[in-house]
């Protein structure tokens, strides 16, 4: 294998070095616990599971014996090797191990697949691989167990619970200690304890998956919204809104009802079955549809804050990452094949700004052509081709994931960055040539002939609520002033300051900067702290040398910063709104 295959930064060798990982763990359980059966250990993005069905029920206090078998298994260096079996034999011989997961994911497999297995020591798993070719090429004393879930066979309700022991390693003992550090802040970081501590949003019994914003919350959400409409407007876009609620004849017609239906809430008006949105795409179709229209209108940008709805199982659930009901920031960008380009490159321009605003980095993700696709193959390879040469021009890198785009088009995924080097993927740029033919969308061309438009499906935050988690955890709480629900709190030192701190404070809510008072009889010391477990921006201390002068005493996140006067403090916390400072 080539020097750069074994190195850390080849997302390919992390995955085997993940996936060695993961048959390490199984290995290690099944030395410890006798008769434990094994489900699915995949390789994920920052480490790697094992689903397992087990009489003992797995808690923290199991991990320190598991991972110190781990280190014993990496130090026997045992070879792992591959060999492959006839059905009949592969299926007698997971019988033989007791291994009824495995026998079933065998039944599952194509009569003409290739049935391999991996052997290492004692241990012997179902699996295509690939792996490291040997338990000693892992760093046994930078593994970590970090939690253990439940999860249904094969992701079905009506099947089994399993046990998830999930799990990440490293090459290096100081790379797990980084990434336990980061685990930490993260810990701290967590949007939904940030929520309840700030007043933000609230998850309750009585709607799981549904969140409830609170009024602080609403503000940040309806700032959000504003900047999402300036921009938007900025770009070229216009904005529609579409019912919540539509029937089925339509979600026939877009393939939603025989493809995505478990996923609906349904219900009967007047003997005709609906189906609340999961998705706004054909409420826009309708629109495009409700009039005429000219190539001379084309490329015509629809933006929606559509509020949509989907079953999510419970366990799925999240906090304000997976929701039930979240508000999509969607547009479809109706366009001729030729504007294609252009308009690609306009989103992520648009994208460009919108997440400098936040200081998130991205990386762009390029899925091409599925198996199961509609559509002409050259109708897919132009888009495919347009998509690389918008961004390449645009002197953009890309990744290509062969095969993963939707069954409709191609598609580029942006997956941001935040702080801690953690990734979210938000935006997308998806490519339709089905849904104009399936709504027998039109235009009139210069030629004075009816022709098909292509479409392009487009978030820049993904939902609303989502991206409000993430920068929750990005900023920790610390929202940059223009988004911060609370800008400015007005505190006294004492009561004979009331009187002039109401008068700041009514001049910078007249200026339009979101303000609160504090007139409390407490000690000044117990305000201050107080208001800085709320992370707000500045605080304006009065006592009264400053009710005297006229002055304010300003403390920002930066520390004490002294007496400046109102009009001076007002002109900078507005030129830091005006600009977006983050």
């Known amino acids: 294998m080539a020097e750069f295959a074994y190195s850390w930064d080849n997302p390919e060798y992390r995955k085997m070095y993940h996936h060695t990982c993961s048959h390490i763990l199984a290995q290690a359980v099944q030395r410890l616990y006798p008769g434990t059966k094994f489900a699915i250990g995949p390789a994920i993005d920052d480490g790697f599971y094992y689903d397992i069905d087990s009489d003992h029920v797995f808690t923290p206090e199991d991990f320190p014996a598991i991972e110190e078998e781990m280190r014993k298994i990496c130090k026997e260096k045992l070879k792992l090797e591959r060999f492959e079996l006839p059905r009949q034999e592969a299926l007698k011989l997971v019988e033989e191990m007791g291994q009824s997961y495995k026998a079933e994911l065998i039944h599952d497999l194509p009569e003409d697949a290739v049935i391999s297995f991996y052997r290492q020591g004692d241990f012997t798993d179902l699996c295509a691989g690939p792996h490291l070719d040997s338990t000693g090429r892992v760093k046994g004393n930078a593994i970590r167990i970090t939690s253990v879930t439940g999860a249904y066979w094969r992701g079905d309700s009506n099947r089994k619970m399993l046990q998830r022991l999930y799990a990440v390693s490293f090459p290096s003992r100081d790379m797990l200690e980084e990434y336990i550090q980061r685990m930490e802040e993260a810990k701290k970081r967590d949007h939904r304890k940030l929520g309840r501590e700030l007043g933000l949003f609230a998850l309750m019994d009585e709607g799981p998956g549904f969140p409830f914003f609170l009024p602080k919350g609403m503000v940040l959400r309806n700032t959000l919204i504003d900047y999402w409409r300036q921009v938007h407007k900025k770009y070229g876009y216009v904005e529609i809104s579409t019912p919540m609620m ?102 992520v321009r648009l994208f460009d700004e919108v997440y400098s605003v936040f200081g998130l980095s991205y990386q762009i993700e390029l899925s091409t052509m599925p198996e199961d696709h509609m559509g002409a193959e050259e109708d897919w390879n132009f888009a495919t081709e347009t998509l690389k040469a918008a961004v390449t021009e645009m002197g953009k890198d890309y990744v290509v994931n062969e095969g993963d785009g939707a069954f409709y088009g191609p598609k580029l995924d942006f997956h941001l960055a935040d702080c801690l080097g953690r990734t979210w993927q938000c935006g997308t740029i998806q490519l339709d040539m089905q849904l104009p033919e399936r709504f027998e969308l039109e235009y009139t061309g210069a030629d004075g002939e009816k022709h098909r438009p292509v479409m392009i499906h487009r978030v820049v935050l993904g939902s609303i609520e989502r991206f409000i988690g993430v920068i929750t955890e990005h900023f920790a709480g610390a929202f940059p002033l223009w988004l911060a629900p609370v800008q400015v709190r007005v505190l006294t030192i004492t009561d004979r300051a009331d009187a002039f701190a109401r008068t700041v404070a009514e001049r910078l809510d007249g200026a339009g900067i979101r303000v609160e008072t504090d007139l409390r009889n407490e000690k000044i010391g117990k305000k201050i702290a107080e208001a800085r477990t709320q992370k707000i921006p500045y605080l304006l201390v009065l006592g009264d040398k400053e009710a005297e002068s006229g002055t304010v005493a300003v403390r920002s996140r930066q520390g004490d910063e002294g007496a400046v006067s109102l009009e001076a403090f007002m002109a900078r916390a507005l030129e830091e709104i005006r600009t977006k400072q983050k």
């Not at 003997?271 to 001379?296: I, Q």
């Not at 084309?298 to 799925?316: D, I, K, N």
């Open 246 to 347: 539509l029937n089925r004849a339509l979600w026939e017609r877009s393939g939603h009802w025989e493809h995505y239906k478990a996923n609906m809430y349904t219900t009967v008006i007047d003997e005709t079955d609906f189906a609340v949105k999961p998705m706004n795409c054909p409420g826009g179709m309708l629109v495009y549809k409700s009039e005429p229209h000219s190539y001379r209108d084309l490329p015509l940008r629809m933006g929606e804050l559509g509020v949509v709805h989907r079953h999510e199982l419970s366990g799925a659930l999240h906090g304000l990452f997976r929701v039930r009901c979240f508000t999509q920031d969607d547009a479809h960008i109706f366009m001729t094949w030729e504007q294609m380009k252009d308009e690609i490159k306009n989103v």
